[in-house]
């Protein structure tokens, strides 16, 4: 094929390409204060008279284009004042980007933090990639039709079948009808029932991947296993089933969010101003949740220090030193430590006194690396905790109430016809039943210190499976129960899917025959992306497309690879029906969690000895820091490595295309804010 133009393989590359990258960096720079001052509209509007399509251009377009066309729009949100956006939520994201947190480069590992950012930037890429192309607009494909459930192939092509007739047909109309009838949406018809399953596949790969192939899984699960314990059902139940909406809202209120301190009451009578005013309930739980395990962070800190070959009180000191330190002398030494080929630790002591860093021994370093991480793991917890919970004014409890406040309408309509309390126990029981999911297998025959055997994918899906009608049940008698509301959310879902659509066929023949180099890969921005190749200069282009090729057959065989590790799972939970036990595969399918785990590989930590190259992601993803191996018992988790296994035999590395990445990145996110503003 000719270079003057790119395929439609080629253009769907591309955009996978620019999207992955967009969207990490902008989740990446909310890290500094100064990116909420830089997102604009509703952040910040420099002209009250100005709308979001007349504010200047946001530096993070992506974020912003998701934003305001699926979120600000929603019942209750679209009802938020514009100082809640303005001055609450931009002051509270500003006083987190203040607080400096760590980065896994200082740790040498790859944190709780930074799983769930790249995780949450996935699900936003894969949101983000449908509304720049959109769904294409081809004829609508029978629902009715023949869809065998034991066949990867036809749960994906279920899928498919049914977002096109979200976004282009009736079936949002129909499905909030089947609700309003049945509690099964299953019932609906063939294509419906096969994506629910291909639905259920994809979620428990997720969790899976969160809970069991992450070496921060057991972690996070002994987290969420503490939040769970710590938020009183019995007594929101209790105050549920007060009659009157309007009493049981301000008992609501009153239970997570009052302030019982000297500080509250002298604020209210007026003899202080922004004094600290205590916690409430609700930032009570918060700040345990984040300190809970900071005894542990301490102990390890105080191990080394009781240690007989440690580092120097000199050596400490200097880390401790460099902790207090501002942003930017914690920038300039991640700089430094890369740039020179040394770790973090020699970094920091030889900026403090040379002699520091030659007098350490390979034993000391590593004690040195050990300390940092567990010292910033308490400073972390700390200071997030501070922010969210100590400091005044008292943002997170005015962004709750304003919350309550708008949503109040729909919560009366709520307590008035459905009985939440039963579907507070359902919440309640999910929640017990995905921590004991999580957990080590026991089976016949273990023996005291033999190593636990993981949950496997196999296992999550039963999780689901058994726990949808939950979520069913909840559903129907919303639908059934709250027909005003539900006409609210109905319009919601057909406004947001419109943004989904593509042109008629039609109509793109009709342009392609005015532009020969036309295609519809990337559906809206193909045009816009031709166009950015077309200009290139001839020399820069064979470099360009060797990249985009070797990034097409990569999407191809991640492809490939996704839909048998989809049908080994129909197989073995087919298999495992009628069985106590399901079998063991530890791998799932999705094109997304490839991208993940490619964050995830490509992040850069320091370097394990006093001077070497960088380590990546992918040389200590199965590493945990120290404090948190100490959190959860040795029963109660596994080495990832020995589990990933399977995973890793069929692994392989996104390509580079860092060429396209600095060619075209530029003028994409242009072409992306300028979508934003004008969405054409």
């Known amino acids: 094929m000719s270079s003057a133009a790119l395929s439609p393989q080629q253009l769907d590359a591309l955009l996978d390409i620019l999207v992955h990258h967009e969207t990490y960096s902008e989740v990446q720079s909310f890290r500094d204060p100064e990116a909420i001052e830089k997102y604009g509209y509703p952040f910040k509007v420099s002209d009250s008279e100005k709308t979001d399509s007349e504010s200047p251009k946001s530096s993070s377009p992506l974020l912003q284009l998701l934003l305001t066309r699926l979120v600000l729009p929603a019942p209750g949100i679209r009802d938020l004042p514009s100082e809640f956006w303005s001055s609450k939520f931009r002051n509270l994201m500003r006083r987190l980007g203040e607080t400096d947190l760590s980065d896994s480069y200082d740790k040498g590992t790859l944190g709780s933090r930074k799983r769930l950012a790249s995780a949450a930037s996935v699900i936003h890429e894969c949101i983000t990639r449908g509304l720049l192309s959109g769904v294409p607009n081809d004829t609508l494909p029978n629902l009715k039709g023949k869809y065998d459930v034991h066949k990867a192939e036809d749960l994906t092509r279920a899928w498919d079948d049914v977002v096109q007739h979200l976004v282009h047909g009736n079936l949002v109309d129909e499905l909030f009808d089947e609700f309003t009838k049945t509690t099964s949406i299953e019932k609906h018809s063939p294509a419906v029932e096969a994506a629910v399953d291909s639905a259920i596949i994809y979620i428990a790969t997720f969790l899976h991947h969160l809970f069991v192939l992450s070496a921060e899984g057991p972690y996070l699960l002994k987290l969420l296993s503490n939040v769970h314990g710590l938020v009183p059902y019995t007594v929101i139940g209790q105050t549920l089933r007060v009659g009157n909406a309007g009493t049981m809202i301000n008992g609501m209120v009153r239970l997570f969010l009052a302030k019982v301190s000297v500080g509250a009451i002298s604020n209210w009578l007026g003899f202080t101003q922004n004094a600290e005013d205590g916690m409430n309930l609700l930032q009570r739980i918060m700040s345990l949740v984040l300190e809970w395990d900071t005894g542990d962070f301490r102990k390890a800190v105080d191990g080394i220090k009781r240690s007989k070959e440690r580092p120097s009180d000199s050596h400490l000191s200097a880390i401790d030193e460099h902790l207090q330190a501002p942003r930017e002398q914690h920038e300039t030494a991640r700089k430094s430590s890369r740039q020179g080929k040394k770790s973090i630790i020699v970094v920091i002591l030889e900026a403090k006194n040379k002699k520091l860093a030659d007098s350490l021994t390979e034993a000391q370093h590593t004690q040195c690396q050990e300390y940092y991480s567990a010292q910033l793991a308490i400073r972390d917890r700390e200071k997030l905790a501070e922010a969210l919970c100590r400091q005044s004014p008292d943002l997170t409890t005015s962004i709750v109430r304003d919350g309550v406040s708008v949503f109040e309408p729909m919560i009366r309509a709520i307590h008035k016809n459905v009985d939440i309390r039963k579907h507070l126990s359902s919440v309640e029981s999910f929640l017990t039943d995905l921590i004991a999911t999580s957990k080590p297998k026991k089976e016949d025959g273990d023996q005291a210190g033999s190593t ?190 020995a589990v990933s296994k399977e995973e890793e035999q069929t692994d392989f590395d996104r390509p580079d295309v860092s060429v396209v990445i600095d060619t075209f990145q530029p003028s994409f996110r242009n072409l992306a804010a300028d979508m934003q503003r004008g969405y054409a």
Request: aromatic letters at 6%.
């Open 452 to 641: 636990p055997t993981p949950p496997s994918v196999e296992d999550f899906v039963a999780l689901l499976r058994r726990n949808r009608q939950l979520a069913y049940d909840y559903l129907h008698d919303f639908a059934e129960g709250c027909p005003e509301l539900r006409e609210t959310w109905l319009t919601w879902a057909k406004d947001s899917l419109k943004v989904f659509r593509q042109a008629s066929k039609e109509e793109n023949d009709k342009v392609s025959a005015e532009s020969k180099t036309r295609s519809y890969a990337a559906g809206r921005v193909d045009k816009q992306l031709q166009d950015l190749f077309i200009k290139l200069p001839d020399d820069k282009k064979s470099n360009i497309l060797v990249a985009i090729d070797a990034h097409v057959q990569y999407l191809s065989t991640v492809e490939g690879v996704s839909i048998r590790r989809m049908q080994r799972i129909i197989d073995a939970v087919d298999g495992s029906e009628g069985k106590e036990d399901t079998s063991g595969n530890m791998c799932g399918p999705g094109v997304y969690i490839t991208s993940w785990h490619s964050l995830l590989d490509r992040t850069i930590v320091t370097p394990s000895t006093p001077r070497g190259a960088p380590r990546t992601g992918k040389d200590v993803k199965s590493l945990k820091a120290l404090g948190k191996t100490e959190v959860v018992a040795s029963s109660e988790t596994w080495d990832p490595d």
